[in-house]
């Protein structure tokens, strides 16, 4: 029996597991949606905005690890979508791209809707493809699948002309994919992974250093059975957190621009480096040439791409982390390596560290500080939700404040930076868990850039609870204006705004505020009673910066812990200024 394109296209949907997809109809895409209309193994979620939808494909990709799907019609539909497939491919995040496409004797014609898709986005995908015949439809999603969940994972769009949806042919789903020229090395070398353990057992100020990919891999586990049977300390990046316990004993918490001092300084002073899904980015490594003066580094990453990109490897091993964890425990394990007395004095002085500069805040006032808000979520949560945030202060200060102790807890927009990111990546994230306690940490700026969702989290009964960390400004572009143009605040003032309140119930959300700090409390325990969408207006001080902070330009152990004092930038500052690290804002 012969199909369509759009029935084989749902049935490759569902070959492949997904029960979830997110959508937004159009022209050339109708009939995926009238096939759609009867199916009932697969819930479409209309999103309101094509960029929320992506971004809640790829909440829901962050927070299963199985990959996100949307759906979205040619031209501007397809468009819409760009910024959160560039953001997927920063961070990893396998998300599947379906875009509608004009029939395929139009394209080039400029018929309307039309845009080049697989031009637009060669740059930001992981691999992408046109597909000009409906035979080759199934083949193409089979390998659409397999090469976003595949090595490092990342977005796959596939483009689909209106008149290839609508033709016919016989339906085969491959069994498996074979790309010869695409075949990702999950084993680690048997020597190097020899010379890692040598390294282990000649360091005295060893620090393991864990990425996102740790998570991708779900190597949660075999990195906390080696940190523990080495006595190692672990420092996660942004994209990291919650691939180590952030409570354990031997969690540093962040390290990088705004990272833990005692992280920052002991990545400086270490003797030894065993990166693990990491890609030394620029917020991690300061200035490049005196990161980590006196180590030895060990890379560990899928990517071969990655290793001496940034930072050369003495041992570079390429492979999965979870499948070279498992063979670096063995020969750890074997070598009884990590006596507690040997890393004492390692120890000793990471406790000077913290002790020296702990993260901390100074809630004496009446208004509230946004660290005192992120805190008291932290709380009434017992630390047991899935936070989604957008991106600015308030992103840093739930990096900081927010202990995450459980995998895929920690949605957040790192490589790219996204605003807007934060609302739809956390309806994903609830769609996929609707029993798990869900919170998106935004701020008044990032909010407004895709708070149409609200309508989604309504229709979908998305009990998402939303904390608004309101200062009126966008809050990290004013601190970089204030330490470095001399308070020149340059259209980051934002004090016109909705009342965010009134807009929430305009939605059918309930709207909740709290403009002090004695109202944080029981306006968090009230949306936590509420079932449904809560939007919470948390007025906070206005002019709070978010420290500690590594100047751009500076390296990672020179940090800066306050405001300037008197009317002038502090040192810190002024090197950073010579050095024009402030272009990288």
């Not at 020597?191 to 864990?210: C, D, G, R, S, T």
């Not at 490897?313 to 999965?320: E, F, L, T, Y």
């Not at 390692?346 to 000077?352: A, K, P, Y």
């Not at 590594?550 to 002038?568: K, Q, W, Y």
């Amino acid at each position: 029996m012969k199909m369509t394109g759009s029935q084989i296209l749902i049935e490759c949907l569902k070959k492949e597991g997904v029960s979830t997809l997110f959508a937004y109809p159009g022209g050339v895409n109708l009939p995926i949606f009238d096939v759609l209309y009867d199916e009932d193994e697969i819930d479409v979620v209309l999103c309101r905005h094509e960029q929320g939808g992506a971004h809640m494909a790829e909440g829901f990709a962050r927070a299963t690890g199985k990959p996100g799907v949307i759906l979205v019609t040619s031209g501007p539909g397809a468009t819409n979508t760009v910024t959160a497939i560039a953001d997927a491919a920063m961070d990893s995040t396998p998300i599947i791209i379906l875009t509608g496409q004009v029939p395929t004797q139009m394209i080039g014609n400029d018929a309307f809707q039309e845009a080049d898709m697989v031009g637009i986005t060669r740059p930001c995908t992981k691999y992408n493809i046109l597909v000009k015949d409906v035979n080759d439809l199934a083949q193409a999603m089979k390998e659409a699948f397999y090469i976003a969940t595949s090595g490092r994972p990342g977005p796959v769009l596939v483009d689909l002309p209106k008149d290839v949806v609508r033709a016919k042919t016989t339906f085969k789903y491959p069994d498996s994919v074979y790309i010869r020229s695409y075949s990702p090395s999950r084993k680690g070398n048997k020597w190097q992974l020899k010379q890692a353990v040598q390294e282990i057992l000649k360091a005295k100020k060893p620090v393991i250093y864990a990425g996102g990919g740790v998570l991708s891999s779900d190597a949660t586990q075999e990195l906390l059975t080696l940190a523990e049977t080495a006595r190692i300390p672990v420092t996660n990046t942004l994209m990291g957190l919650g691939g180590f316990p952030g409570t354990h004993p031997l969690s540093l918490g962040m390290l990088g621009m705004h990272g833990t001092y005692w992280a920052n300084m002991a990545i400086h002073h270490s003797d030894l480096i065993i990166a693990v899904g990491a890609r030394f980015d620029d917020r991690v490594t300061g200035r490049v040439k005196d990161f980590a003066p006196n180590a030895r580094i060990v890379h560990i990453d899928i990517d071969p791409t990655s290793i001496h990109k940034v930072i050369t490897a003495n041992i570079p091993i390429v492979g999965d982390a979870k499948t070279v964890l498992t063979e670096l425990n063995q020969l750890v394990g074997a070598s009884g390596n990590g006596t507690a007395e040997k890393f004492k004095d390692w120890f000793e002085q990471i406790e000077v560290w913290r002790k020296e500069h702990p993260l901390t805040y100074d809630q004496s006032s009446e208004i509230s500080k946004p660290q005192y808000v992120i805190d008291q979520i932290y709380r009434v949560t017992s630390g047991d939700a899935i936070i989604a945030t957008d991106v600015g202060q308030h992103q840093m200060w739930a990096a900081q404040f927010y202990k995450f102790d459980h995998p895929r807890t920690f949605l957040t927009s790192g490589g790219l930076g996204t605003m807007g990111y934060g609302l739809p990546a956390a309806l994903g994230a609830q769609k996929a868990f609707p029993d798990k306690l869900v919170f998106c940490i935004a701020g008044d700026g990032g909010i407004v850039m895709n708070i149409q969702e609200l309508t989604t989290a309504v229709e979908q009964k998305l009990p998402v609870k939303i904390a608004i960390i309101n200062n009126r400004y966008l809050g990290m572009v004013r601190q970089w204006q204030q330490l470095f143009y001399d308070k020149r605040y340059s259209s980051s003032d934002i004090g016109i705004q909705p009342d965010f309140v009134k807009l929430a119930e305009a939605f059918g959300v309930t709207g909740l505020r709290a403009n002090e700090a004695k109202d944080v409390v029981p306006v968090l325990e009230k949306a936590l009673a509420i079932d449904g969408p809560v939007l919470m207006d948390f007025r906070v001080e206005q002019e709070e910066n978010c420290y500690p902070m590594v100047p751009a330009g500076a390296a990672i152990n020179e940090m800066v812990f306050s405001d300037p004092i008197g009317p002038g930038p502090s040192e810190e500052m002024q090197k950073a200024k010579k050095a024009g690290g402030i272009l990288t804002a």
